[in-house]
């Protein structure tokens, strides 16, 4: 075989890579999770009830935005948890919503994951999340 053509044996793991990305969903693994591109959101929104966030985990593409939606009757604070954040673009989760108010954050930073809270309840479960840029 000629230096720099592959075989058809050494290429049909790539040949095969490439034809179950149009056929279905794609995993990507870290050590410490593993999502699916039927995972990754877009134009999906974290509803802030008034019993908890709704998802609580926002899978996203880099360059995607996370938008929250108030939905409950008092003003809402989202705080940044700079303690598990890793990014500093992490800080545009940040905002306070009033009742009915929707704002998206900037495009978050490649590879981030930004964990956010309630600022008024920032050690209730139910007030916790992350968003998570692939």
């Known amino acids: 075989m000629r230096p720099g053509i592959l075989s058809l044996r050494a290429a049909a793991p790539l040949?095969?890579?490439?034809?179950?990305?149009?056929?279905g969903p794609?995993?990507?693994?870290?050590?410490?999770?593993?999502v699916t591109t039927d995972?990754?959101?877009?134009?999906?929104?974290?509803?802030?009830?008034?019993?908890?966030?709704?998802?609580?985990?926002?899978?996203?593409?880099e360059g995607l935005v996370a938008t929250f939606v108030n939905e409950d009757t008092v003003?809402?604070?989202?705080g940044v948890d700079a303690v598990h954040s890793d990014q500093a673009g992490c800080a545009a989760v940040?905002?306070?919503l009033q009742p009915g108010e929707r704002r998206a954050t900037p495009p978050l930073p490649h590879f981030a994951a930004c964990f956010f809270?309630?600022?008024?309840?920032?050690?209730?479960?139910?007030?916790?999340g992350v968003v998570v840029t692939h």
């Open 15 to 23: 040949i095969l890579a490439v034809l179950a990305a149009g056929c």
């Open 26 to 34: 794609t995993t990507i693994t870290s050590s410490q999770s593993t």
């Open 39 to 61: 995972d990754i959101q877009a134009d999906v929104p974290v509803r802030i009830t008034a019993a908890k966030f709704v998802p609580s985990t926002l899978h996203l593409f």
């Open 75 to 78: 003003a809402r604070t989202i």
């Open 94 to 96: 940040a905002m306070t």
């Open 117 to 128: 809270n309630d600022g008024q309840r920032p050690t209730d479960k139910v007030f916790q």
